[in-house]
Structure formats: C-alpha cells, structure tokens
C-alpha cells in the first residue's frame, strides 16, 4: 500500500516538475561559461539531471521506487523496534502440530525447548560454544543477530501415520495445516513421522508461497530423549537452510557452499568425528569444519555457524533481503 502511494507520488511529481528543465540546465552551463572560474553560487545539478532521466526511464524509474519502498521499510522497521539497533531481526515463528497420537501432540514445553535451542545456537550463546577448535573460533560467527519469537501454535488431529517429503503437511485439503501468513510468519511444521527423514526446509526463493518452511519430525523436535538427535539441532539445520544456507559440502565432491570460511570438503560428515579431519579438496591438506550446523553430524557434534554463514543469513532477511517481511508487527 505505501509502496504504490509513493510511487503514484512520484511520478505526479515528476510530471509537475518536469517541464522547463531542459532550458535551466541550459541556461546555467551558458551562464558558468561567459562567467569564467569565479562561480558565486553552488550549483547541484545531480537531482535536475536526475528528474530528466527518470521521467524518461521507467526502468530507472521502477529501481528508484524500489529503493525508496526499501529504505522506507528499514527506517520503518528501525523506529518499529523490528530490527533492534544494533541490526538484530526478530522472527515472529508459527508452529503448526500435526498429531495422530497423544504423543504426536508434543508439549509446549517441548516446542520451547526448540525455541531456545534456536536461540542459544543462532545467538552463540550454545553451552558447547566453547569445543570450536581454535582453527575455527576466529571465524566462528558468535552472534547472527537473528532471534526467533513464538507467536503461535496450532494444533491439529490428523489420520496421517506417515508423512512424505511432499508437502501435504501444509496443506488443509490434503489432511494437513495451510501456513499462517508465510511472508510474514515463519511456519513450522511438527509431524509424527516421516521416515528416514529428520526435517526438510523451503529456501529463500520460496518466501511467503504457500508452502514456505521447515518441516520437523516430533521426536527431533526440541530437546528430546532420541539420541542422537536430542539437541534440537535438526530444526538449526533446517533454519539454516531457510535463511539461505546451503550444505557445507556443497551438494557435490569438493563443490561450494559460497560461503568463504568453511573449507570445501568432499562430503558429508556423519556420528561424531574428531578434530581434526583433513580433506585433501583443491590441493590443500587442512581439517575441514564437519562442527557446522550444516554438516550431517550427530546433534552433540555441531556446535557452529561460520562468519561467511551469518552474512548469507543476514542478506536475505535485511531490509531488501527476500526474507523481510519476516517481523515482529
Ligand atoms: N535433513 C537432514 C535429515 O533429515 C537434517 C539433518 C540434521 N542433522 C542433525 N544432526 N540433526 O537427515
Ligand atoms: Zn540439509
Ligand atoms: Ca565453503
């Protein structure tokens, strides 16, 4: 809404003021000319020039909306308090509980438990903050300034014994939950059970589809007695992903997870390895950091986000980040 007002008043403006300026710019170098080196007055032109271009432009014109619209939404967010000062964004979380048994119907509790886990690992504030091996501590991301807030819980009976891989959790017609204002809220989905699979998340490209999220089977959800899986730390795997993260093998032998400061690795990492582990990847005999959340190790065995991870995270939920619209309102 306040996007289209702007942009409505920007073109009126323009038309109001666009006539005429072709002469006064002319009319100025003329003057500047016969009056030599001693100007008397300053003269910006940048925004006559400016106007001119746009009203001639409408892709110009379009960029210039949109930075507009985007810098009025972080002065908004700022003095909303919805990004802290300091740059921290709150995420409002949905959790939607879907259950065929009572113990499919987890605890408050629980689900509390896997907010603060999320906020203790994307905070840095983790009890196992301090097993980083000093390799990794100067890149260790501490801090990612992303906070997660519980909004709600829905909660909902279904007949569904096994869920798959293919969405039918976020949808009503298909004996799941429809997601509570995606662009907004971040969706959590709890299911019974989903095999093999632990959780699965959307990506940023998704944001605010009706299928936008992280899916979480119950028994990995939040601190939990299903070793090795106890630490909530699947939903931390998931968020990451969520906020733009990618494997830190990068899906393939040796290839990017374009994040800098998580060596390249060839593959996944499984149970609990010991630092450290070196992979020969490009020439360069180092350990590699299978202590990252995005690895496939055991909840007890990762304990980090990298620096170059919490730019990523930090890019798609700023201001003009595809994840934006994520805020407390
Ligand atoms: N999507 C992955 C899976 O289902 C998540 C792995 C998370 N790892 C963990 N230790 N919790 O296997
Ligand atoms: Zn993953
Ligand atoms: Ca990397």
Known sequence: MKKLLF????????????????????????????????VTQRVCPSEDIRKEALANNSDLMARFVDNESKTEK???????GRVLADGTVEIPVVVNVLYRTSAENISDAQI??????????????????????????SVAAGDTKIKFRLDRVIRKSTTV????????????????????????????????????????????????????GVVIAGK????????????????THEVGHYLNLRHIWGDGNCATDYVDDTPTQQDKNFGKPTYPQYDLCGGVNRSIQFMNYMDYVDDAAMYMFSAGQKSRMQAITNASGARSGLRIY
């Not at 972080?74 to 909303?80: A, G, P, R, V, W």
């Not at 429809?178 to 907004?184: L, R, Y």
């Not at 971040?186 to 589809?209: C, H, K, Q, R």
């Open 7 to 38: 942009g409505a008043f920007a073109l009126s403006m323009l038309a109001a003021c666009n006539v005429g300026e072709d002469h006064l710019l002319n009319q100025e170098q003329t003057d500047d000319l016969t009056s030599g080196s001693s």
């Open 74 to 80: 972080f002065i908004e967010d700022l003095k909303m």
């Open 112 to 137: 509390a438990s896997q907010i603060a886990t999320l906020n203790n690992d994307f905070g840095g504030t983790n009890a196992d903050v301090n097993k980083i091996p000093s390799e990794f501590a």
């Open 161 to 212: 014994r096994s869920w798959r891989t293919n969405d039918a959790m976020k949808k009503t017609s298909s004996k799941g939950q429809d997601a509570f204002k995606p662009a907004n809220y971040f969706n959590i989905w709890v299911v019974g059970d989903m095999g093999g699979v632990l959780g699965y998340a959307t990506f940023p490209e998704s944001a605010g589809l009706w299928n936008d």
């Open 220 to 235: 990995y959800f939040g601190t939990t007695a299903n070793a090795p899986y106890n630490l909530g730390r699947t939903a």
